[in-house]
């Protein structure tokens, strides 16, 4: 492995996420080799990022793969945040935010936030992001969380058969295919989702914030309003319409039966009847 070169670390203004950066032609998965590290902790991996330019078992949310060939931006960073455990659902929250206002910057496209943390432009899946964790109140407690993003794909060597990039919606697309022929910097489109993320996991630590970012991930939510199927395990579970988004990025439904139902994880998809 390789500690990335100055063009990441003289431009980033972080103090801890990105302090160490490995950067890998190939690997398995990103997270898996962040999530070993933080649970051996064997040094202080805070702030640690793993990035790839390609994953032969790049992993999904809910089990899936993640078809991650060159051209992506395939990243896990490794956090040990000092919030309250009434917090961790926020973590979700900030990421989405941090990749979703970074590609919009950097891109020039407008994208926006399914629930809970998939980029998406036109309906169509950019990014996604998982975040596995080991909360138990010691001081190996940590957060990876694992960012991929089609960046300068060819959609046709996306693997739709099994990958999360298509679940549910079946539709994914990469920035390459929406501005067509404008280059993006990859290292570029990583600094100012590190800087980001560095940010609002500060900003999580004051109460105060927490209605603010709450309000700035509803204005990236593309599913207000809408009317959804919930699954579980992959299975269809119920119908519902989206209320609204709780203080802690929880999403408020009310189920065709009239019942009121809180969610902070799961998979959903958005009805054609809308
Ligand atoms: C999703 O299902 O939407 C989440 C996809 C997360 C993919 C990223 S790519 C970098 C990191 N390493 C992995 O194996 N998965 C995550």
Redesign the pocket.
């Known amino acids: 492995m390789e500690e990335i070169y100055k063009r990441i670390e003289l431009g980033l203004r972080n103090h801890v996420i990105g302090k160490q950066i490995y950067h890998y032609k190939k690997l398995k ?4 080799l962040a999530i070993s590290l933080a649970e051996n902790n064997i040094k202080n991996e805070e702030g640690t990022v793993i990035l ?1 330019d390609q ?1 032969d ?6 089990k ?1 793969k ?1 078809s ?1 060939p060159i051209g ?1 931006l ?3 960073l490794i956090i040990k945040p000092r919030i309250e455990f009434t917090k961790f659902n926020m973590i979700s929250v900030i990421s989405a935010i941090s990749v979703c206002e970074s590609i919009n910057r950097i891109s020039k496209l407008k994208t926006s936030i399914r629930w809970p ?2 980029v998406l432009f036109n309906n169509k ?1 950019l ?4 975040i596995d964790s080991s909360i138990n109140n010691s001081n190996h407690d940590y957060v990876v969380i ?3 993003i089609n960046i300068d794909i060819d959609i046709s060597k996306i693997n739709l058969s099994n990958a ?2 298509s ?1 549910l919606s079946r539709k994914v697309t990469s920035i390459q295919n929406e501005i067509k022929g404008r280059a993006i910097d990859r290292f570029m489109l990583m600094k100012q989702i590190l800087e980001k993320i560095e940010l609002y996991l500060s900003l999580l630590e004051y109460d105060k914030y927490n209605s603010i970012i709450i309000g700035i991930y509803k204005q990236l939510f593309d599913t207000l309003g809408k009317k959804i199927i919930v699954y579980q395990d992959g299975f269809k579970k119920y119908n519902a319409t989206v209320k609204d988004i709780d203080n802690y990025g929880g999403l408020i439904l009310e189920r065709d039966d009239n019942s009121l139902e809180k969610i902070y994880s799961g998979q959903i998809s958005i009805r054609e009847n809308n």
Do not use: F, V
Not at 29 to 32: N, Y
Not at 127 to 130: H, R
């Open positions: 998965s990103t997270q898996l790839a994953q078992e790049g992993r999904g949310r809910g899936k993640w991650s992506g395939w990243m896990s943390n998939d899946k990014a996604g992001i998982l694992g960012i991929g999360s990039n679940i």
